[in-house]
């Protein structure tokens, strides 16, 4: 069993990622924690989609684009794209911890983070759409979020 109880410079040396499926989210909620994390000498890297807020998270920290659908909610073929996209950049950069935040990156970061053993903070304020749906839809996301 691995122990994911890490002094700080394990931190310094390997970085950590930030995960959502907006840039907006990530500047907005999620900005003095990155301002924390610089301060601590760590390496923070930002992913998420290209939008407005994309530059202003360049100018914190090394931003990193995610192709991810934010519409196509239960599309297999856009969430296994969105899946091996994120499953090749997680296997390039090689952080040391994930924090993952919204639905979609918490369920794909989850599996990506279990296949590579890299330990996983995840973060989400509610279900939003999702509370909303049932029958076999509803059956699998509660099996994706148990297993």
Not at 6 to 21: C, G, Q, T
Not at 41 to 56: R, V
Not at 87 to 97: E, N, T
């Amino acid at each position: 069993m691995k122990n994911y109880i890490r002094d700080a410079s394990f931190y310094k040396e390997r970085p950590i990622v930030l995960l959502s499926n907006s840039s907006w989210y990530l500047n907005h909620y999620r900005k003095n924690l990155i301002e924390e994390i610089v301060k601590k000498e760590m390496k923070p890297i930002l992913m998420a989609p290209y939008d407005n807020f994309s530059s202003e998270l360049s100018s914190k920290a090394i931003y990193i684009p995610w192709r991810i659908s934010r519409s196509k909610n239960f599309n297999l073929i856009v969430l296994l794209i969105a899946f091996f996209r994120l499953f090749f950049l997680i296997r390039a950069i090689k952080p040391g911890i994930i924090h993952s935040h919204t639905i979609k990156p918490n369920i794909l970061s989850s599996l990506v983070s279990s296949f590579f053993g890299i330990p996983l903070v995840i973060s989400f304020a509610g279900l939003g759409r999702l509370s909303r749906i049932d029958g076999r839809k509803k059956s699998l996301l509660k099996f994706i979020f148990n297993f």
